[in-house]
Structure formats: C-alpha cells, structure tokens
C-alpha cells in the first residue's frame, strides 16, 4: 500500500531486462558491433517513449531518475536560460522545492509562491498576477500531482498562461508518467520528469524530456553521451526496462485506472463505515490522482507509533514522501496546506497488483487499532 514510494517491477520488464542481460552487454559508445547493437536497443527506446508522448526522440533524455531530471531542468535552465525567478508552491516534491531553495540560498534566483487552498489546488489567478509582475526570465514549477495529497493541476491551463506571460514551465510529472496519457504535442511545456520504479519499471532509470525549443547545456561532463547532453555510460538495461513498462502501462491503461479507481474507492468507503472520525487530506474525487489516498485518523495516545504498528502488523504504507522518511519532521505538504498536526496521517497509494480484498484485510487491522483493548 506505498506504491506512490515504488512499485512491483512487472515480470514483463524483468524478462526483457534479463534477455538482454543475457545477450548484449556492449557499450553503446562503442562503433564496433557490439556497441552498435547496444546503441540500437537504446534508441529503440527512446523511439518508443517519444511515441507514448507524441514527441521527438531527439527530446528524450535518459537521467538516473526523476530528482536528477528535475535538478537538470531547474539548474540548467538558471544557468544556461538566464532564469532569475523560479514560482512555485510550498508543497512541491523535495527534488524540486530543495533545488530551488539552493539556488536562492545561492543568491541565484528570487523565489515566489503561488498559493493553494486546502486541498492543495494552485491558485491560478494567483499565478496569472504572479507571471503578470515584470521580472525578468521566470521558470514556472509546479507539479502535475502531489504525491501525498493527490491533488492534480491541469497542464494545458497552466503551460498556456506561461506562453502568454513567456515563462518556461516545468512540471514534474513522476507520479503521472505511465498513469495518464500525456500528448506533449498539445502542451505548451519546457520540461517534463519520468521515473521508471513509479509505474512497474527498474529503479534507477528516468528521462527529462526538453523541448526543442529549449536550449541548455548538460547538467553532468564528462563524456559525449545522449547527444552530449548526459556524461556516463548509458544504462542500457534500464532504458530498455523503462520503455517496456511504459509500453506495458499504455497498452492496458484504461484497464488499469479503472481497477485501481475501484481500490481506491473501495478503500474510502470501508474507511468511513469502520472507523468514525476518519477524514481525507488533499483531493479524493475523481479529478486527483487515483493511485494516491492520504488519511486523517483519530487522535490515538500513541499516534506516533501508527506507522510503526502498521508495519509489525504486516502493512505497508507511509507519512508521506519515500525521500523523507529518515526525517522526524512532519509533512511539508500537509503543512503547506495548513493541516493540523494532532491527528495522524497516513498516505495509501495503490497500483494494478492491489486488491479490494487487501483493503478489507488493512481496514479490519485498522478498526482494530482504534478498539478499547481487553486487560
């Protein structure tokens, strides 16, 4: 239940990565036959996940993963865009909202944050008066879905009020990726981030996509590789596991949101019939983010322990984002939207391998943490 933190790999990736495991270890660099072949399975890829997203190949880049993608397009566009102005909310992931604050601790850029209500929805008018200030080159950053509360923005609305006020937008798009279909032909967007590990890929493999329009240099030196915009030799099993999860998830996706809607749905529903006083952070209706459910429980003498119990009991699930667990801190994102902190909170995210019946079974461990207990 903590699949917003990652996912089971599908056993479809875990055999294509091992077949070529098995038969190809050249490096893609290489111009004799076995880096050729190398180099083939990589563009195939990227050929594969440009069509999943209806743009260029030529605007694929392959990363380690969302946070580095996310830190190429912020830094990169500071330093090669001549941005001076970043907006964005208060509870953005920790690859984007920790990258801003470094640049402007750097005295590289002047934040400003655009409001959300308390569900966490942009205030959009707010980032229209915002983009309206004349402020110089401004990079637009906000999320397409929270990965603790679920709440979404709408991508076209908000990638066009940037092209009228000529900001770039950035979105980071990892908890999407693979869950909805995303036509970057039609969004007037800069840079969007993948992470493979999200949708039943490997850990360890993402992309940035970059506009054509956007020129930048490379985040990472050090070598000529993917167009020399990324030094290092290319994960080649990684590429071509996230190319096959991406296939695997657009090719049954409808099927796949309906079940996990059903989950989702399932889950609320038993909730509020089992344990009085339970209560949702963030969006729960049909516009957020259907893999996300962020709970509010009952104040319990030991609140504190809830995750910890859950775990002993066989249940995993989180407080909140994965990048933040060693932290006694509490929720950025719940506290960015102004949520009281008496109550404990807990993120459930679900994904095509969950089960209406492993809900009944988290419920029933649930409603049992809240009986009076026999002495």
Same mark, same amino acid.
């Given at each position: 239940?903590?699949?917003?933190?990652?996912?089971?790999?599908?056993?479809?990736?875990?055999?294509?990565?091992?077949?070529?495991?098995?038969?190809?270890?050249?490096?893609?660099?290489?111009? =004799?036959?076995?880096?050729?072949?190398?180099?083939?399975?990589?563009?195939?890829?990227?050929?594969?996940? /440009?069509?999943?997203?209806?743009?260029?190949?030529?605007?694929?880049?392959?990363?380690?993963?969302?946070?580095?993608?996310?830190?190429?397009?912020?830094?990169? /566009?500071?330093?090669?865009?001549?941005?001076?102005?970043?907006?964005?909310?208060?509870?953005? =992931?920790?690859?984007?909202?920790?990258?801003?604050?470094?640049?402007?601790?750097?005295?590289?850029?002047?934040?400003?944050?655009?409001?959300?209500?308390?569900?966490?929805?942009?205030?959009?008018?707010? @980032?229209?008066?915002?983009?309206?200030?004349?402020?110089?080159?401004? !990079?637009?950053?906000?999320?397409?879905?929270?990965?603790?509360?679920?709440?979404?923005?709408?991508?076209?609305?908000?990638?066009?009020?940037?092209?009228? &006020?000529?900001?770039?937008?950035?979105?980071?798009?990892?908890?999407?990726?693979?869950?909805?279909?995303?036509?970057?032909?039609?969004?007037?967007?800069?840079?969007?981030?993948?992470? /493979?590990?999200?949708? =039943?890929?490997?850990?360890?493999?993402?992309? !940035?996509?970059?506009?054509?329009?956007?020129?930048?240099?490379? @985040?990472?030196?050090?070598?000529?590789?993917?167009?020399?915009?990324?030094?290092?030799?290319?994960?080649?099993?990684?590429?071509?596991? !996230?190319?096959?999860?991406?296939?695997? /998830?657009?090719?049954?996706?409808?099927? =796949?949101?309906?079940?996990?809607?059903?989950?989702?749905?399932?889950?609320?529903?038993?909730?509020?019939?089992?344990?009085?006083?339970?209560?949702?952070?963030?969006?729960?209706?049909?516009?957020?983010? &259907?893999?996300?459910?962020?709970?509010?429980?009952?104040?319990?003498?030991?609140?504190?322990?809830?995750?910890?119990?859950?775990?002993?009991?066989?249940?995993?699930?989180?407080?909140?984002?994965?990048?933040?667990?060693?932290?006694?801190?509490?929720?950025?994102?719940?506290?960015?939207?102004?949520?009281?902190?008496?109550?404990?909170?807990?993120?459930?995210?679900?994904?095509?391998?969950?089960?209406?019946?492993?809900?009944?079974?988290?419920?029933?461990?649930?409603?049992?943490?809240?009986?009076?207990?026999?002495?």
């Amino acid at each position: 239940m903590d699949n917003a933190a990652t996912t089971p790999m599908d056993e479809e990736v875990v055999n294509e990565m091992a077949n070529l495991m098995r038969n190809s270890f050249g490096n893609p660099s290489s111009i =004799h036959a076995l880096g050729r072949e190398a180099r083939t399975h990589i563009e195939k890829s990227r050929k594969k996940i /440009a069509e999943y997203l209806s743009c260029s190949p030529a605007e694929i880049f392959f990363t380690s993963g969302g946070t580095e993608a996310d830190n190429m397009a912020i830094r990169c /566009a500071v330093e090669d865009m001549g941005v001076k102005r970043i907006i964005t909310t208060t509870i953005e =992931h920790h690859a984007v909202s920790h990258t801003v604050e470094d640049l402007w601790h750097k005295n590289r850029i002047r934040i400003q944050f655009v409001n959300v209500n308390v569900q966490g929805h942009v205030d959009v008018h707010h @980032l229209e008066t915002l983009l309206q200030e004349d402020d110089g080159p401004t !990079l637009v950053s906000l999320m397409h879905a929270n990965n603790e509360i679920a709440t979404m923005i709408d991508l076209l609305t908000v990638g066009t009020l940037c092209r009228k &006020y000529n900001a770039y937008f950035h979105s980071d798009t990892v908890q999407t990726m693979g869950h909805y279909t995303i036509n970057l032909k039609e969004i007037p967007i800069d840079f969007v981030t993948c992470s /493979a590990h999200k949708f =039943h890929g490997p850990k360890g493999i993402g992309f !940035l996509y970059i506009n054509s329009h956007v020129k930048i240099k490379p @985040l990472i030196t050090g070598g000529s590789q993917e167009r020399n915009m990324r030094a290092g030799t290319e994960n080649i099993y990684g590429i071509v596991g !996230l190319a096959k999860a991406m296939e695997v /998830a657009y090719r049954d996706l409808p099927a =796949h949101q309906q079940h996990i809607t059903e989950v989702k749905n399932y889950m609320i529903k038993k909730l509020r019939e089992e344990i009085p006083g339970v209560d949702f952070n963030g969006d729960i209706s049909d516009k957020s983010l &259907y893999t996300v459910l962020n709970v509010k429980f009952p104040t319990t003498p030991d609140s504190e322990m809830f995750l910890m119990k859950l775990d002993i009991l066989g249940i995993c699930a989180s407080g909140g984002s994965a990048c933040s667990s060693g932290s006694n801190v509490g929720s950025h994102v719940l506290a960015g939207i102004k949520c009281a902190g008496d109550r404990p909170s807990i993120r459930f995210s679900f994904s095509k391998y969950n089960t209406k019946e492993e809900v009944d079974k988290v419920v029933n461990v649930l409603k049992g943490m809240f009986e009076p207990q026999v002495v």
